[in-house]
């Protein structure tokens, strides 16, 4: 194969990747007035420097503003029950690891 036909199918292929990540990636973004209804009926434990968190703020995107937060990282008094990050808090039971839109909206009643 000539150097120039494989730089065309590498720039072809990329492409195709590109496109396949755009066309599979989640809604990441939550309208605020149900990240507001699952802030105000929740709290999720989160960490500086946790990957897991990062996954979990931009499935909520802008609206990760209006959670009711805790960084274990620097309020390690407040989650002395926390065992992992992110920990979501709904009801009195924990939920540990990353938590799908849909099944926070149906554990804190925010349809």
Do not use: H
């Not at 390690?76 to 938590?99: E, F, H, L």
């Amino acid at each position: 194969m000539k150097k120039g036909n494989v730089i065309t199918l590498i720039i072809i292929l990329a492409v195709i990747i590109l496109a396949i990540i755009i066309i599979n990636k989640p809604n990441s973004s939550v309208d605020a007035t149900t990240a507001k209804c699952i802030g105000n009926n929740s709290v999720v434990y989160v960490q500086l420097g946790c990957s897991a968190c990062k996954i979990q703020e931009d499935m909520f995107g802008d609206s990760y503003q209006y959670l009711t937060r805790v960084d274990c990282f620097y309020e390690r008094d407040k989650c002395s029950n926390i065992t992992a990050t992110p920990t979501w808090t709904i009801n009195g039971q924990n939920y540990v690891g990353v938590q799908s839109i849909k099944t926070l909206q149906n554990l804190t009643g925010c349809k």
